[in-house]
């Protein structure tokens, strides 16, 4: 089992849709949860950052960590075209190490108008 | 884009060929990091830098080295390449590694080996 799990869709919704992203691990280290945004041959960027259990808003995405579970979310609000992306979901242990980031595969999300 | 610039940004080259893969930075972060991406694996980090002339191997490291002469340059060596080696390689950088989300990528190289 690897130590991240994300489903790689293809994921296509229409405009003003709710979106859902989720990414479950297997290690219980894992202090850090992050959720990053990759256009089309750019680079990663940081979309959403958490720091053990919880929730995180930010505009219209909010981030859900549930550690019980093994289980994170990424919730994406009246979903745009511009919001048509791959999102990755990355995970980290606190301490020395902590630089080590495990990245999921990627959800690629399309945006219909 | 943070000031980070790979080059090049797109490469074919052959098996068992050398090829350098060159991250420049104007940030002026102390930690510097290589990553591949490939469909089915995600992200996987190859080697990083903690400093000049201070590097180490990731996860994937076999068949590269790294060098960092200069804060501002980190240059990744594929000693003989193989098509097991063909990528997309990100550069990223950040100020810390007390916390990953200073994590900054650049654009990528896409490299072909043939």
């Known amino acids: 089992q690897k130590e991240v799990e994300q489903d790689p869709g293809p994921l296509s919704v229409p405009e003003g849709a709710i979106v859902s992203l989720n990414c479950t691990y297997s290690n219980s280290a894992f202090q850090y949860f992050m959720w990053y945004r990759q256009y089309s041959r750019k680079g990663p960027e940081l979309l959403m950052y958490t720091y053990s259990s919880g929730n995180k808003e930010d505009g219209r995405f909010t981030a859900q960590v549930d550690k019980s579970s093994k289980y994170i979310s990424l919730f994406i609000r009246d979903s745009q075209p511009s919001d048509s992306a791959t999102y990755l979901c990355a995970m980290s242990r606190s301490g020395a190490g902590s630089y080590q980031l495990t990245f999921g595969k990627g959800t690629k999300l399309s945006v219909i108008p | 884009d943070a000031g980070i610039t790979q080059s090049p940004r797109h490469k074919v080259t052959e098996t068992g060929t050398p090829v350098t893969l060159r991250c420049h930075q104007t940030?002026?972060?102390?930690?510097m990091y290589w990553y591949r991406q490939d469909p089915g694996h995600g992200l996987r980090l190859i080697h990083y830098s903690y400093g000049v002339k201070d590097t180490d191997k990731g996860e994937v490291s076999d068949g590269y080295s790294v060098s960092r002469s200069k804060t501002e340059d980190f240059l990744l060596t594929l000693e003989s390449a193989t098509s097991s080696q063909t990528s997309v390689y990100f550069c990223a950088i950040s100020e810390s590694t007390k916390t990953v989300s200073s994590l900054h990528f650049g654009n990528g190289t896409r490299l072909t080996v043939t």
């Open positions: 940030e002026n972060h102390r930690y």
